[in-house]
């Protein structure tokens, strides 16, 4: 998830909350898959908020664990002190 925001979303993304569930046991059995997307972008005053997934496929292609973050994004004038 957090290489989704740094390479999606303009400026300085940071988390504020995450949650996960666990669905299937991940064993060491075969190559596993990670995916990241962006699932919502609501601007807030000078910057934003973006809700983010992320979930682990095991080899047998079942979503094993999933994962959702809030991100705060900060214009990229926050970050450079101009």
Do not use: Y
Request: glycine residues 10%; positive net charge.
């Amino acid at each position: 998830m957090s290489r989704t925001a740094r390479t999606f979303l303009t400026g300085a993304p940071h988390s504020t909350q995450m949650n996960f569930e666990f669905l299937k046991p991940l064993k060491n059995t075969g190559t596993l898959k990670v995916e990241g997307r962006i699932l919502k972008v609501r601007k807030t005053g000078k910057g934003g908020l973006a809700t983010i997934e992320g979930v682990i496929i095991n080899d047998r292609k079942e979503v094993a664990a999933r994962s959702t973050s809030e991100w705060k994004v900060e214009p990229p004038s926050a970050c450079d002190g101009t």
